[in-house]
């Protein structure tokens, strides 16, 4: 501190000399808690970034949602290709057939739930005398669960069938009119669609 010592002399100096320093001590003061500050700053900034702001964790959850639904209807999909063309196969004149199932949504689940249905009626009445009657409906409505092997379960009330969206089949046989027309309606009435959604193709020879 030697050079400080010198810009403003010694303890003996006189009133102005004195003021001069008292000023330099605030500027010295002010200058270290400025760098402080600058470092607090950069710590909050370093924990802000690590820290994933809600709207990301809010879309990777839906994301991740969205693609539990995608497996599960690719399931349903695999699993009624393979099931329509086992008894496409049983149709005399097909030969080896190939189905190729796609749906616009996955089965859907509906679960019985107790619902209470009450209303609240209240008067009111207004600066000028009058009476005015406001009434309420209060609707409730509780899961209906069951205890099975001390795990507590909803009860399904039921189940609604995924929507095909379209079916294509592709079959040695259907290169015969009458064979082609069996595979069409028998997918038809199989799945429960309509004509426009079901395409029958003959398979390419050597394949």
Do not use: H
């Not at 030697?2 to 102005?16: I, M, Q, R, Y």
């Not at 600058?38 to 702001?53: Q, R």
């Not at 019985?112 to 009058?130: F, H, I, L, Y």
């Not at 379209?166 to 309606?185: E, I, W």
């Amino acid at each position: 501190m030697s050079w400080l010592k010198n810009l403003v002399g010694d303890g003996e100096a006189d009133g102005p000399k004195k003021e001069q320093m008292k000023k330099i001590k605030l500027l010295a003061a002010g200058a270290v808690i400025g760098i402080g500050l600058l470092f607090l700053g950069g710590l909050g900034n370093d924990k802000s970034a690590k820290t994933p702001p809600p709207v990301q964790e809010k879309a990777a959850v839906i994301q991740n949602q969205n693609n539990q639904a995608k497996t599960a209807m690719a399931s349903e999909e695999e699993y009624l290709s393979q099931k329509l063309c086992q008894m496409l196969e049983q149709v005399e004149g097909a030969g080896k057939v190939k189905v190729t199932v796609r749906l616009e949504n996955s089965t859907q689940t509906e679960y019985a739930v107790n619902t209470s249905t009450g209303k609240k009626t209240t008067q009111e009445k207004d600066q000028s005398g009058g009476t005015r009657v406001l009434t309420e409906d209060t609707d409730t409505g509780q899961l209906v669960l069951v205890s099975r092997n001390g795990e507590e379960t909803p009860v399904m009330s039921r189940e609604i069938a995924p929507t095909v969206a379209g079916v294509l089949v592709v079959a040695d046989g259907a290169g015969d009119p009458g064979v082609k027309a069996q595979l069409f309606r028998a997918t038809q009435v199989a799945l429960g669609v309509e004509p426009q959604k079901v395409i029958v193709m003959a398979r390419k020879a050597g394949e």
